[in-house]
């Protein structure tokens, strides 16, 4: 059989479902779902996104199938309407409308009112006996068929819209304010306007037959699949080129016939805070985009429960029928078309971490969903909003109370933002780009602004409600936003804005409190979110804390399902303990170079890089001994127990060296020994290739003193922790072994060290002795290597560079044009290449447990944060992942989804064992 380009839905039953989103897009498998469920839609069809990528394959030409199914599914539209398409005398009409897999608002382009010209605006005049209506549906017509079929569009970035300019200009002849005080001959003479506009600036001609209409406008939705803004949103969301857009063809309902019809849209819950209340927006007498666009300021959904009681209440059951039926929060649109209610979209509804959160908790509450469910529809990265930091609220106080509130908008996007005042998207990007905080400010936004809002800390618009564009956007992006702001004067050409009697300058500071939709004039500080205030400085009582507890109850379903160990990256007491308030379970990678640059460590340092002969090494190095042991106690008491991985030395000796004539001077007379001696020793140090070189354990190789001091350190540090009652299990972690001899010489070494701290100590720990695994070397040899190493470690960063051979820091010339190319879908700096680096890992974990059957192994590079690569690290059977404290909420969240979406056998793998000594 041929296939199927067309779907139908309408009287009650659909050919497609939610299922089929892939095939009809979002609002095409959702508009079929709703009618299926009996919910009032105007009927229509959708023509899928194969069909999309057919036109992008084949020079934009469609299959030869589509236009007799299409056909075919007009008719039979035209016969449950009771119209027919074209006809003067009852012409039905439709709107053409964009429609992805993923819902993408706004950047894809919708035309009302299809099917009008001259002719068909008669016969609807004489159905409707309302010539201004007919008029306006019709201007409107032509101007989004203009915008988007013929290109007339707004040029430059300070430009208005050609038609909007036709229409001011036709409201000051005409010495009226508003567009409803034009009457119908007004617009009717706007329709001949826009159209010679339309001849003149494009040298088409506006195309009067409805099919002609008709197909010109598919073409433009399937074309907008690959204009600008939509590719920007692509990439900015990881949506795919290949998913395709489908295009629904829909019987237009009117919202714009008189104070009896308007339209809205609303939110089944609160999608900034994530209350259970119903929360939307209408107009009265308005169409379509009026609501979301800005131009009117539209009216709380609750005032509907006054204007009309019964349609409130309709919606007010739709609203609960839809929960009930996709147990979900929902974004839903409405017609409301001579007081008779009509759906025209609903999907699962874009919200806040905030809300995502509050919203997932109580629907488990409500029985609504289960805990697992709720962890899936919780992307780990949403919880770095709740980290982030809020205003000071007393400072702020004291701002609003010395005359700095500027004015107060909608809290469309919660979060406390300071930057500079830029008025265009442009400008904000410009200026991020250059470093500078800044706060977008637009009368109101449009999916072109996309780019700058997104380099914007926060988004301030003049118009516009809770549902318009910016918020919508800003809620998604979890960026700070007060919209609606309706007292702000802002004025593009001259980059100002005005309130209040005061003037504000484009580069001007200004404060956005999201949360309470509060502006505020200059520079406010923020401080620690609440779950931070709880979990770290300890200044807030959970019970007083809604949103931790939210946090917190998320955390708990979420270590009740993962099966990986969640680490910490730490080198001092402070972050370990943060780490440990975060949920860490141990620390993955104690980096002991850090410490050698605090104070009064690097000058030993020094002595002992430059040392000439193993006496001065040694000396030293005993300077260096008492200064690590105490670092060491600190973190082994901050860990109160867990198991702390400590790496030896590892970066290039040269980084520790003075490179300025000034302090080689220094330190040469610190040594008593001459200037040319330190100097020449740096020069001697200099490394062609650093990342390559004299580093890792060839430090410890050449040198063993340096090893043996660092073990002496942890292991005193450890004998002295169990004296004072508290357990340590360090774990010693050799670097950069791409061969099992290099680790059998440092593991003597290591070991010969601890037995002798315990001998003269008097006390036993346990401890243990791995690797990293970071060259190819070391990940091919895994089994050679295993039969030393007790754990391995996964240095992903540098097993990235190695295995890639693309130094990290010189990548930026050529990695973003490859990853822009899609050599590379992401950074694999940032994302694990899985194909490349995680097929070593693979062969590692593989080889690795089949010489030591109990190796444990964990990944210590930035990755072990990433919520994709600790996915694939569950998937390869890793033991734990190690990340930086404050990511570890967020990979025990993703560890947990992992676990959801990839069942393991050893489901709750066991605590780090003090593995019995093997013997050689
Ligand atoms: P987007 O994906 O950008 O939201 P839509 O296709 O939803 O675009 O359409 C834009 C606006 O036009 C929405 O407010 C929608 O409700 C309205 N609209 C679309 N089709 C119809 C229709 N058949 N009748 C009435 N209004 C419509
Ligand atoms: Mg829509
Ligand atoms: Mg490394």
Known sequence: ?????????????????????????????????MTNIGLPVPPGFSITTEVCTYYYANKRKYPKSLEKEVLTALAKVERVMGAKFGDPKNPLLVSIRSGARASMPGMMDTILNLGLN?????????????????YDSYRRFVQMYGDVVLGLKPVSKDDIDPFEVIIDEKKRERNVKLDTELNAADLKDLVGRFKRAIKEKTGHEFPEDPR???????????????????????????????????VNVQTMVFGNMGDDSGTGVAFTRDAATGRNVFYGEYLMNAQGEDVVAGIRTPLPISKLAQDDPAIYKQLEKIRSTLEKHYRDMMDIEFTIQKGKLFMLQCRVGKRTAFASIKIAVDMV??????????????????????????????????????????????????????????????????????????????????????????????????????????????RQMGKVCVAGCGELDISYSSHTMSVKGQTLKEGDWISLDGTTGEVIAGKINTKPSEVLQVLIDKT??????????????????ADKFRSLKIRTNADQPDQASNAVAFGAEGIGLCRT???????????????????????????????????????????????????????????????????????????????????EKVKQRVESLHEFNPMLGFRGCRLGIVYPEITEMQARAIFEAA??????????????????????????????????????????????????????????????????????????????????????????????????????????????????????????????????????????????????????????????????????????????????????????????????????????
Request: charged residues 25%; contains cysteine; hydrophobic residues 40%.
């Open 719 to 920: 004998a002295e922790t169990k004296k004072k009652g508290i357990n340590v299990e360090p774990e010693v972690m050799i670097p950069l072994v791409g061969n099992v001899k290099e680790l059998e010489h440092q593991e003597k070494l290591v070991r010969e060290v601890a037995t002798q701290v315990m001998k003269e100590q008097g006390v036993t720990f346990k401890y243990l002795v791995g690797t990293m695994i970071e060259v190819p070397r070391g990940a091919v040899t895994a089994d050679e290597i295993a039969k030393v190493a007790e754990f391995f470690s996964f240095g992903t960063n540098d097993l990235t560079q190695t295995a890639l051979g693309v130094s990290r820091d010189d990548a930026a010339t050529f990695l973003k044009p490859y990853v822009e190319k899609e050599i590379y879908a992401k950074d694999p700096f940032e994302v694990l290449d899985r194909g490349g680096v995680g097929s070593l890992m693979k062969i590692a974990v593989e080889k690795g447990r089949a010489t030591n059957p109990g190796l444990k192994v964990g990944i210590c590079g930035e990755h072990g944060g990433e919520p994709s690569s600790v996915e694939f690290c569950h998937m390869i059977g890793l033991n734990y992942v190690s990340c930086s404290p404050f990511r570890v909420p967020i990979a025990r969240l993703a560890a947990a989804r992992a676990a959801l979406a990839y069942p393991r056998k050893d489901s709750k793998p066991k605590a780090a064992p003090g593995k019995k000594r093997r013997k050689k």
């Open 212 to 246: 002609t209409q008709m197909w010109g406008a598919i073409g433009a939705v399937f074309g907008s699949w690959m204009n600008e803004r939509a590719i920007a949103y692509r990439k900015l969301y990881d949506i795919p080129e290949s998913w395709g857009t489908a």
């Open 365 to 474: 509450g409500e029985k609504l969903i289960g805990d697992a469910e709720a962890l899936k529809r919780i992307e780990p990265d949403q919880l770095n909003q709740l980290l982030r930091p809020i205003f000071d609220l007393s400072e702020k106080a004291n701002a609003v109370k010395s005359g700095r509130l500027l004015a107060k908008g909608l809290n469309a996007g919660p979060g406390a933002a300071t930057g500079r005042v830029v008025f265009n998207a442009a400008d904000a990007e410009a200026w991020a780009k250059r470093g500078e905080k800044v706060i977008l400010t637009r009368i109101e936004t449009s999916p072109e602004d996309i780019k700058g809002m997104d380099a914007a800390e926060g988004i301030l618009t003049a118009r516009g409600g809770m549902t318009s564009h910016a918020a919508l956007v800003a």
């Open 593 to 675: 170079e850090h410490m050698f640059f605090g104070e009064g460590k690097i000058g030993p340092m020094r002595e002992m890089i430059l040392a000439d002969t193993l006496d001065q090494r040694k000396k030293a190095l005993s300077k260096l001994l008492p200064l690590q042991r105490k670092d060491f106690a600190g973190i082994f008491e901050a860990m109160n127990g867990r198991p702390v991985t400590i790496r030896t030395i590892d970066p290039p000796l040269h980084e520790f060296l003075p490179h300025e004539e000034k302090e080689q001077r220094q330190l040469a007379s610190q040594m008593g020994i001459s200037f």
């Open 540 to 557: 807030l009582d959970p019970k007083s804390a809604p949103v931790y507890q939210e946090f917190a109850r998320i955390m708990q379903w």
């Open 118 to 134: 001259d002719q068909t605006v008669v016969g609807v005049i004489n159905k409707t006996n309302n010539e201004r209506f007919a």
């Open 1 to 33: 059989m041929a296939t199927k380009y067309v779907y139908f839905f309408g009287n009650g039953k659909a050919e497609g479902k939610t299922e089929m989103k892939n095939l009809l897009g979002g609002k095409g498998a959702n508009l079929a779902e």
